[in-house]
């Protein structure tokens, strides 16, 4: 097997191309599959011209800069679409939301219900039990408006 790696680099070149474009299925993030991209030339390159270790690892740092920078600069002028662009940022998901007052809202502090959960709030005086609306989320506190038609909800004391 020695042999076979020292006489021919090319194979190993082109397996670990192989190795690190399906490590990027199973690692978060686009940057593997820009390396794999370099040991790809790499190996491409050996096939053809005889190069020393010396030299196929210069080949392979240089043209993984050259790739990671490629693909960087490619990533930027070329906007990935999203059906969901809100995905991944819950906080801008809540604006708009109704949500239920349950601890008194004032200027600096609160307590909402939203969904099943509760979050820290901030707005107009608000009593517990008032239906309001998120105008929008600063710093992961709630900022709140009331709704046209405050509704009051009834709350059941259990003594």
Sequence with gaps: MDEFSINNP???WLGLAALLALAELFVPGVFLIW???AAAVTGILSLFI???VAGQLTVFGLSTILAVLGGRRWY???NVESENPLL???SAQMVGRTVTVVESISATSGRVKVGDGEWPAKGPNMEKGTIAKVA???GGVLRLEAMDDNILLETKSIS
Excluded: I, S
């Design 136 to 138: 929008a989320v600063e």
């Design 10 to 12: 090319e194979y190993l």
């Design 76 to 78: 930027l002028t070329h």
């Design 50 to 52: 005889d190069l020393t």
């Design 35 to 37: 390396v794999a991209a």
């Design 88 to 90: 991944n940022n819950r």
